[in-house]
């Protein structure tokens, strides 16, 4: 009798820790989950690290903790370089992992579409480091500015530009706002908090492009009244220490530049075979598998695979669960079907990915989100009270929720959010 | 009719926050605070945030949220290089503070003895990102052993040398054998991480050398059937990267060496005149000046004052606070005199400090303390609860103190700290 099929999961975010979690405890596995972090992050709280609401724990759980009861699951934290397709192998600096399948979930990096200089620029918003980041520079610009007697140096150290106008961008300007208008407030003597200008920089004619119209314009709206500037239409096309440069012909001096604007699949996926589209992202069977390839899946935000309506499913949390768990239960059913006759056709019996569409929705600021499933469109106060919900909902371990939950009640009584402490250095805050 | 009297605090530690809430609102004064830091730490529990059982945000607070309400009190992020004593100015790289009265509140840090190269093998324990570090580093070591094959590698990555057996020395050493016994029990595939080996030396008798020898010798006790290994009578005569040498004779290989065993007053010390003692810290007069100088005002771990027992009064954070608002009340009385007679011979009739002294405790680990206070002792669970209690009494805000309260309700129920998230980068992990 052979023993357990080696299921080598690299990436622990929402695909790969679904997967994880679905094979867990079958003893028909050995699973090994690798990642680079110690911890699964719940990236859609992640702007709220940035704008200072939460604390990083708060927001990721770590992945042994998770697993811990998954007997027949390993994770390691180590940083694959390379995979070689023909041997089912998988390296790192220090060790090799060989496998017989193969789920490649490591996820999307921030795009600068080939300007690549422009990274030390700017800050992403990928990881609880660049939301650190992003929270050391506005609160030490703000702190700079209090000290600084110059006007345009203060005008400068005041101006954050976020590049993208998605549901990133949207939150972390209407979060910003939130912060100097109402936590802000009464701290500062010589400047006055609500003075941050915040600027969302939008390549298209309209914010929140994945939305109905008339939920992008009501978003615009509401972020205008909140002080925030929208240059919709813009380009940036040059991006320099401390200042941008928009393609209707201006410059801004900012000393916070967010890049919120595009990202591409991880730099692994070089290493499958198969084709892949324009943003790098693996065209995969409608079981998830490399055409050709029975044994080597792939998931998340690196896939593009047509979703219902014919349109790429979308890189979101959900979908990315959906097809982590979908390529557990394709690995399940070829060992159920490995002592049968299907064997060999195994690829030819795989149910088809689908994915189930349950809706879009981003918050703008207290009392305020934008919200659509199928044809049901909400916005305002109901909305966000959904947002808030369903985010608790899903955000991974009890004990997270329970302190988040803590922080978004107190946040709301009292307007005073927890997180405002500056750690770490930055060279970069000029 | 002259203005409000100038009043310069540095340093936004227990001392010179409780200087400034002392003087908030009195609007014969114009306070002003400087720090380096956004925020006040509430140090003694700082050793939780390096055993990854709180988050960071929830033992600090932003010192503009603490003195909002504050009219008369400026808080600035800055960092002051040098005072000139004879002109009342403080300087910055880019600023200079004239000052009427000066608050000299700036704290202690790590001292190597004259050894300043050990500092780039090790890790104090004084700041958010030291205790990040340390956590860093021991989540890190048990990661790379579990996916190291070589046995010695292993034992060198599971390896913690806390230097220094005082109360942060025993709190670490204590703390991180509930982490890898109970927390992380279930966590790993291929190492017992009950297997971390945790060696505290101490280069006395005995460990916690304020306290009572029996209370020393139960917390010795205690700490050793918690697994740590405790190396008395030895002292640390040479440092490298990832060993260090006892004077008893042998090198210890660790990935994680913490440097708990002494401090030394800050820098800015040496911009004041007067005597100090053999630590670097002021010998103030009993109102809390310099003798000779009654604008120059010193408190906390920059002070050497006796106490009423003729001893130094201790360095920690309730003598800070006493003397804080000990200078605050001196100055208060200055400026009712400042309109009689007595004005110009203000500084004989000062008030003399006069220490409170509460007790001291440590925690050793779940259900286990030590404390006294005068004649009163108290171990085990009992010490322990008190312990908790009085933590979070004077932890600082109430959203800070429910946060602490959370965590600390859930980690005791189900043996999970929180926290257990590596973020930053560290080169120095070999």
Redesign the interface.
Same mark, same amino acid.
């Given at each position: 009798m052979p023993g357990p099929r080696k299921v080598l999961i690299i990436g622990g975010g929402f695909a790969g820790l679904a997967c994880a979690q679905k094979l867990a405890n079958d003893s028909r596995f050995a699973v090994t989950l690798i990642d680079r972090? /110690?911890?699964h992050l719940f990236q859609p709280l992640l702007y709220q690290v940035a704008t200072a609401s939460l #604390? $990083?724990?708060?927001i #990721?759980?770590?992945l042994?903790?998770v697993l $811990?009861?998954a007997a027949n699951v390993?994770?390691?934290?180590?940083d694959i370089t390379t995979i070689d397709c023909d041997t089912h192998t998988a390296r790192s600096a220090? /060790?090799t992992y060989p496998f017989d399948s193969l789920v490649l979930a490591t996820g999307a990096h921030t795009s600068f579409f080939g300007k690549d200089e422009w990274a030390s620029h700017t800050v992403g918003l990928k990881s609880?480091?660049d939301a650190?980041t992003i929270r050391r520079r506005v609160?030490?610009g703000l702190?700079?500015a209090?000290?600084?007697a110059d006007p345009d140096e203060r005008r400068r150290l005041m101006t954050v530009v976020i590049v993208g106008g998605g549901p990133t961008g949207v939150e972390l300007a209407g979060a910003f706002s939130d912060l100097v208008r109402r936590a802000?407030k $009464?701290?500062?003597?010589?400047i006055n908090p609500a003075d941050l200008r915040i600027l969302l920089v939008q390549s298209g004619d309209r914010i929140l492009k994945p939305f109905q119209p008339d939920l992008s314009d009501y978003a615009r709206q509401r972020l205008e009244d909140l002080g925030v500037e929208i240059c919709l239409e813009a380009r940036v096309d040059e991006v320099e220490s401390g200042r941008v440069h928009l393609d209707t012909g201006r410059w801004i001096e900012a000393a916070t530049i967010i890049w919120a604007a595009g990202v591409q699949a991880s730099d692994l996926t070089a290493c499958l075979p198969g084709e892949r589209d324009r943003g790098g992202r693996l065209l995969v069977s409608p079981a998830l598998s490399i055409p050709g390839h029975p044994d080597l899946f792939a998931a998340g935000d690196i896939v593009s695979v047509p979703g219902p309506d014919g349109e790429p499913v979308p890189g979101l949390a959900p979908a990315a669960s959906q097809m982590g768990r979908h390529i557990a239960a394709v690995l399940r059913e070829d060992q159920r079907l490995a002592t049968t006759r299907y064997a060999r056709r195994k690829s030819e019996f795989r149910a088809a990915f689908r994915y189930r569409d349950k809706g879009i929705m981003a918050i703008i600021g207290k009392n305020c989100a934008v919200a659509q499933a199928g044809r049901l469109k909400m916005r305002g106060i109901l909305a966000w009270a959904a947002w808030l919900f369903i985010h608790l909902l899903f955000l991974i371990g009890f004990? /997270?929720k329970? $302190?988040v939950l803590?922080?978004w009640g107190?946040a709301y009584l009292?307007d005073?959010p927890? #997180?405002?402490?500056?750690?770490?250095?930055d060279d970069k805050v000029a």
């Amino acid at each position: 009798m052979p023993g357990p099929r080696k299921v080598l999961i690299i990436g622990g975010g929402f695909a790969g820790l679904a997967c994880a979690q679905k094979l867990a405890n079958d003893s028909r596995f050995a699973v090994t989950l690798i990642d680079r972090r /110690n911890h699964h992050l719940f990236q859609p709280l992640l702007y709220q690290v940035a704008t200072a609401s939460l #604390a $990083a724990p708060d927001i #990721a759980r770590s992945l042994r903790g998770v697993l $811990a009861s998954a007997a027949n699951v390993t994770v390691l934290l180590d940083d694959i370089t390379t995979i070689d397709c023909d041997t089912h192998t998988a390296r790192s600096a220090d /060790n090799t992992y060989p496998f017989d399948s193969l789920v490649l979930a490591t996820g999307a990096h921030t795009s600068f579409f080939g300007k690549d200089e422009w990274a030390s620029h700017t800050v992403g918003l990928k990881s609880l480091e660049d939301a650190q980041t992003i929270r050391r520079r506005v609160l030490t610009g703000l702190e700079r500015a209090e000290c600084s007697a110059d006007p345009d140096e203060r005008r400068r150290l005041m101006t954050v530009v976020i590049v993208g106008g998605g549901p990133t961008g949207v939150e972390l300007a209407g979060a910003f706002s939130d912060l100097v208008r109402r936590a802000l407030k $009464a701290d500062f003597r010589r400047i006055n908090p609500a003075d941050l200008r915040i600027l969302l920089v939008q390549s298209g004619d309209r914010i929140l492009k994945p939305f109905q119209p008339d939920l992008s314009d009501y978003a615009r709206q509401r972020l205008e009244d909140l002080g925030v500037e929208i240059c919709l239409e813009a380009r940036v096309d040059e991006v320099e220490s401390g200042r941008v440069h928009l393609d209707t012909g201006r410059w801004i001096e900012a000393a916070t530049i967010i890049w919120a604007a595009g990202v591409q699949a991880s730099d692994l996926t070089a290493c499958l075979p198969g084709e892949r589209d324009r943003g790098g992202r693996l065209l995969v069977s409608p079981a998830l598998s490399i055409p050709g390839h029975p044994d080597l899946f792939a998931a998340g935000d690196i896939v593009s695979v047509p979703g219902p309506d014919g349109e790429p499913v979308p890189g979101l949390a959900p979908a990315a669960s959906q097809m982590g768990r979908h390529i557990a239960a394709v690995l399940r059913e070829d060992q159920r079907l490995a002592t049968t006759r299907y064997a060999r056709r195994k690829s030819e019996f795989r149910a088809a990915f689908r994915y189930r569409d349950k809706g879009i929705m981003a918050i703008i600021g207290k009392n305020c989100a934008v919200a659509q499933a199928g044809r049901l469109k909400m916005r305002g106060i109901l909305a966000w009270a959904a947002w808030l919900f369903i985010h608790l909902l899903f955000l991974i371990g009890f004990r /997270n929720k329970l $302190a988040v939950l803590l922080q978004w009640g107190w946040a709301y009584l009292v307007d005073k959010p927890g #997180a405002r402490v500056i750690t770490g250095h930055d060279d970069k805050v000029a």
